[in-house]
């Protein structure tokens, strides 16, 4: 059974920094896409950034530049660090997953990931 779970969520004020953790369990893939997304009370879940088995990375524009996304494959474990956070970053934080064939296959922020966790709930002040 696949299971994701997210950590390092918190409170932070403006320009400060975080590193979220997403610990996965209960598979081995040849390759897969994985990706943080967020979503803020009212508003529709927004992907942040992603990460093929390659390394390859993609980041949305609103976060290019701060955030920064990585991954240690022996351990299945996934981070985003946020850095010079803005009040606009404050969302519950999910991390996914997608297996696929070989890592060509990604597609970024618009894969079809299988797999969430549970979420960290992130909160920057001005």
């Known amino acids: 059974q696949v299971q994701l779970v997210e950590s390092g969520g918190g409170s932070v004020q403006a320009g400060g920094s975080l590193r979220l953790t997403c610990e996965g369990s209960g598979y081995t893939y040849i390759a897969s896409c994985m990706a943080w997304f967020r979503q803020a009370p009212g508003k529709e879940r927004e992907g942040v950034a992603s990460?093929?088995?390659?390394?390859?990375?993609a980041y949305a524009v609103s976060v290019k530049g701060r955030f920064t996304i990585s991954q240690d494959n022996a351990k299945n474990t996934l981070y985003l660090q946020i850095d010079s956070a803005k009040p606009e970053d404050t969302a519950m934080y999910y991390c996914?997953?997608?297996?696929?064939?070989?890592?060509?296959?990604?597609?970024?922020?618009?894969?079809?990931?299988?797999?969430w966790g549970q979420g960290t709930q992130v909160t920057v002040s001005s």
């Open positions: 990460i093929d088995t390659d390394g390859k990375t």
């Open positions: 996914a997953i997608e297996p696929v064939p070989a890592a060509r296959y990604c597609k970024g922020l618009n894969g079809n990931f299988a797999h």
